[in-house]
């Protein structure tokens, strides 16, 4: 098996006495998509984050195609994250800019191509995304699922050699999220990046990713193919994929039919 191409070990996270991420250790393959799945409050989000570099761990190191982040420089991070993109849940595009502008922006800051060459990238970037012609529309003018696309776009505007997707489908109808999950798997075979899915949407993961690592109080609980996962025999996994709550919301459903006489 190639080497991996993210490496996340013994990472601890602690904001006061809290342990967030208790010694998390995680392998992800080049041209793989890698979901990591869990409930809310179980530190997918926390790890993202440390994996993007945007806060340093308690403990522990992160290795980026065989760099640790967590010891290079601010000059040695901005280099290496040019490769890297990012899909925010939100899309985080600037309102104040036009769809394109917000497309060219990381080519306007990072490189030194002519202007000539950024506005053909932008058009090919919007073209991959199914946003061809909404160039000169401002963010308040598109859908949450165009949003979501343009926002892909921009994350694909540096010819990324990974990227990180934080809950990609959030908010969207199923059909728009089924053809956004569609959109980066399609992306995934035809340019062989590697993806990280940070989410707790069943059904994207089932669709798109070909592992998945399930994280639980701020742990990996498992990782796994889907097939693996399916066939986990642990109590919390199972909970999780046959949606069972938690057994202090069955006595509180308990108790609210007792009060409302409901069978």
């Known amino acids: 098996m190639a080497e991996p191409i993210v490496q996340v070990k013994n990472l601890v996270v602690t904001y006061g006495n809290r342990v967030v991420l208790d010694g998390v250790n995680l392998d992800i393959y080049p041209g793989e998509i890698l979901a990591i799945l869990g409930r809310s409050g179980c530190g997918k989000s926390t790890l993202l984050r440390h994996m993007l570099g945007l806060a340093k761990p308690t403990a522990g190191q992160i290795l980026i195609k065989g760099k640790d982040i967590t010891s290079l420089s601010e000059e040695e991070k901005t280099e290496l994250f040019k490769k890297i993109g990012m899909l925010f849940q939100s899309a985080a595009l600037f309102n104040s800019m036009t769809i394109a502008d917000n497309v060219a922006l990381p080519l306007r ?84 990046m590697t993806i990280v899915v940070v989410t707790h949407e069943m059904d994207s993961v089932f669709a798109i990713a070909d592992r998945i690592a399930m994280m639980h109080d701020g742990k990996i609980l498992v990782v796994g193919t889907k097939e693996e996962i399916k066939r986990s025999p642990d109590p919390i996994v199972q909970q999780f994929l046959n949606r069972q709550p938690d057994e202090e919301e069955m006595d509180r459903e308990q108790y609210l039919n007792t009060i409302t006489g409901a069978s």
């Open 109 to 192: 800051e990072h490189t030194k191509l002519e202007e000539s060459t950024i506005q053909i990238m932008v058009k090919m970037k919007l073209e991959l995304v199914g946003l061809s012609g909404f160039e000169n529309f401002k963010p308040a003018q598109l859908s949450g699922g165009m949003k979501k696309r343009a926002g892909l776009a921009r994350a694909l505007a540096m010819d990324p050699e990974i990227l990180f997707c934080d809950e990609p489908s959030a908010g969207l109808d199923p059909v728009v999220a089924a053809g956004l999950d569609n959109l980066i798997r399609k992306l995934q075979t035809a340019f062989k």
